[in-house]
C-alpha cells in the first residue's frame, strides 16, 4: 500500500509540474505558441522541478550518487530516508523507455535506503491516463501485481496537438517499502 509520504510527495511534484506548465502556457500564449511543459520534454528538467517541490519540506538533492534524487533522513542527515528514479515515459509506442524503467526498478530494490520509489513523467490524450497506466504496469511488473501507485494528473496543450484536449501525468510507485511507505 502506498503511504502518505508518498501521496504527499507526488501531490508535490504534480503540483509544481503544473504550475511550470501554466507560466510556460502563458508566457507563450502572449506570442500565439501553444503548449506547455510538453514543448520541452525533457526528464531532467522534470527532475529539477520536483527537487524544487519537496525543498521546502524534505533536504533533498538531485543527481546525487547516480540517482535522480535522494531525500535525507531529518534524524541521520548523512543516511538516505528515500531514493528516487525518475523517467519520461513519451516514446510514441510506449516501448523504448520500458528496458530503462525497468533497470531503475532493478536498481531501487536493492539500493542503500530503505525506501525507494520510481517516478514516470507521461501525457496522453485527455481520459487515457489509466489505460496507459495499466499497460505499463503490465510491462514494468509482469511476475506480481504491481505496487499501489499515486498519480496526479493536469489538462494541458500539446504543442503537436493544440485542438485536442490533452494531459499530462505522474505516477509514483513504492518499490522499497521501508517503515516510511508501509505506515
Not at 504550475?19 to 522534470?46: F, Q, T
Not at 524544487?52 to 533522513?73: G, P, Q, T
Not at 536493492?110 to 489505460?131: Q, R, V
Request: proline fraction near 7%; charge should be negative.
Amino acid at each position: 500500500m502506498a503511504s502518505d509520504f508518498l501521496n504527499k510527495l507526488t501531490i508535490r511534484a504534480g503540483a509544481a509540474l503544473e504550475a511550470e506548465d501554466r507560466l510556460i502556457m502563458g508566457s507563450g500564449h502572449v506570442r500565439g505558441e501553444v503548449g506547455g511543459l510538453l514543448r520541452l520534454p525533457n526528464e531532467r528538467y522534470y527532475q529539477f522541478i520536483l527537487w524544487r517541490a519537496v525543498l521546502s519540506s524534505w533536504a533533498a538533492k538531485v543527481e546525487e550518487e547516480r540517482h535522480d534524487l535522494v531525500i535525507f533522513d531529518p534524524e541521520e542527515t548523512a543516511k538516505y530516508l528515500v531514493i528516487v528514479e525518475m523517467k519520461k515515459w513519451m516514446s510514441e509506442d510506449g516501448e523504448r523507455e520500458i528496458p530503462w524503467i525497468v533497470e531503475d526498478i532493478r536498481r531501487l530494490s536493492s539500493c542503500e535506503s530503505p525506501n525507494s520509489a520510481l517516478i514516470i513523467f507521461s501525457e496522453n490524450p485527455k481520459g487515457d491516463m489509466e489505460t496507459n497506466l495499466a499497460w505499463l504496469e503490465e510491462r514494468i511488473f509482469p511476475n506480481a501485481p504491481p505496487p499501489k501507485h499515486e498519480t496526479y494528473c493536469f489538462p494541458t496543450f500539446s504543442p503537436y496537438n493544440p485542438r485536442d484536449a490533452w494531459e499530462f501525468w505522474i505516477a509514483a510507485w513504492p518499490i522499497r517499502s521501508g517503515s516510511l511507505f508501509l505506515g
